[in-house]
């Protein structure tokens, strides 16, 4: 079975560029042109997936991919204003397609924060695309779903 892809439903950010909209991000299918910025360390992206899902990985497309090394943290929650760390991770700076972080287990939230940490050029975070995953088999679900928090170990 492949993997279930969740539609975003709302997203904010902490600010933006004036040139580019988070609301591009929503529905989009295939990377294009779109992207969205913001500018300063602790700037946020905050996605909404409508209701709380087992989510057993991310895919994120940073703009600039290929040659910048973006450092973030993945913070998840059922309240956007009461989201808890799962991970920070940091970009390959060797693609501008998606590049996926998966979690040790599922873990139920409604709310996916991408928190800026800044990359190897500046304090800017551009993403192009976001994908949140459900879990790959309908049988991992059948044990315990993890809580936020729960992520298991983390990548710095």
Known sequence: MGKTIYDIKEAIESSHDKDDDIKGLIGQKELGDKKFSVNG?????????????????????????????????????NDPENTRRVTASVSSGTTDDYEEISFERPINAQFIKLLNLGNNFNDFMSIRGIQAYGPDEPDELKGEVGQVGEAGPERV
Do not use: C, T
């Open 41 to 77: 360390k602790e700037e946020y992206a905050v996605f909404d997936l409508g209701e709380s899902k087992p989510i057993a990985a991310l895919a994120i497309a940073w703009f600039d991919g290929q040659i910048r090394r973006q450092q973030f943290e993945i913070q998840l929650g």
